[in-house]
């Protein structure tokens, strides 16, 4: 196991992590991303913002394809990849670029609670970095909270931490 190390090791404060309550709207959002790349020193490149309610739980996560997919027109239908490669009559580009000044603006005031994805996973500081490692993969997930005493969030853990420590202690072994 990766030298032992436990989440806590690995982990990020839950208060130097971007974090909104659930009531704000995808613009509002949406200026949270951008000034925590520009400002944060400790959270590099958030690509998921915490959802809190009134009593500071956590109650979902954000990521910018959320966001993107709450901007989207309703009426638009998904494009697979077999119609990507094909030559189409109809570019739903085009039609989403024409709707984006007045659709997706109107869409930007409909609360994150909407489209943020609920948080039903957890890990403890204790808990082994391959049992985050094992959640993440199996759930497609890009971080998890932590908690203490199953109860209080305490931090993060990110894909990128697990990530290079696995590899770290795989590459080390050579």
Same mark, same amino acid.
């Given at each position: 196991?990766?030298?032992?190390?436990?989440?806590?090791?690995?982990? $990020?404060?839950?208060?130097?992590?971007?974090?909104?309550?659930?009531?704000?709207?995808?613009?509002?959002?949406?200026?949270?991303?951008?000034?925590? $790349?520009?400002?944060?020193?400790?959270?590099?490149?958030?690509?998921?913002?915490?959802?809190?309610?009134?009593?500071?739980?956590?109650?979902?996560?954000?990521?910018?394809?959320?966001?993107?997919?709450?901007?989207?027109?309703?009426?638009?239908?998904? /494009?697979?990849?077999?119609?990507?490669?094909?030559?189409?009559? $109809?570019?739903?580009?085009?039609?989403?670029?024409?709707?984006?000044?007045?659709?997706?603006?109107?869409?930007?005031?409909?609360?994150?609670?909407?489209?943020? /994805?609920?948080?039903?996973?957890?890990?403890?500081?204790?808990?082994?970095?391959?049992?985050?490692?094992?959640?993440?993969?199996?759930?497609?997930? $890009?971080?998890?909270? /932590?908690?203490?005493?199953?109860?209080?969030?305490?931090?993060?853990?990110?894909?990128?931490?697990?990530?290079?420590?696995?590899?770290?202690?795989?590459?080390?072994?050579?």
């Amino acid at each position: 196991m990766a030298g032992g190390k436990v989440v806590k090791d690995l982990m $990020v404060d839950v208060f130097d992590f971007p974090h909104i309550p659930y009531w704000f709207s995808i613009r509002q959002a949406m200026g949270i991303i951008r000034k925590s $790349v520009i400002e944060s020193t400790k959270c590099v490149r958030p690509i998921v913002i915490l959802v809190f309610d009134e009593k500071y739980n956590l109650v979902g996560t954000l990521t910018r394809i959320n966001i993107l997919k709450g901007l989207e027109p309703k009426f638009l239908k998904p /494009v697979t990849k077999a119609e990507v490669h094909e030559e189409s009559e $109809v570019d739903l580009s085009v039609i989403w670029d024409n709707l984006f000044s007045t659709e997706s603006k109107k869409l930007a005031e409909k609360p994150v609670s909407e489209v943020m /994805v609920p948080a039903k996973l957890f890990v403890e500081q204790d808990d082994p970095i391959t049992k985050a490692a094992y959640l993440m993969l199996h759930n497609d997930l $890009v971080l998890l909270p /932590v908690l203490e005493n199953k109860k209080k969030l305490v931090g993060v853990v990110r894909m990128i931490e697990v990530f290079d420590e696995l590899s770290n202690a795989i590459l080390s072994e050579q």
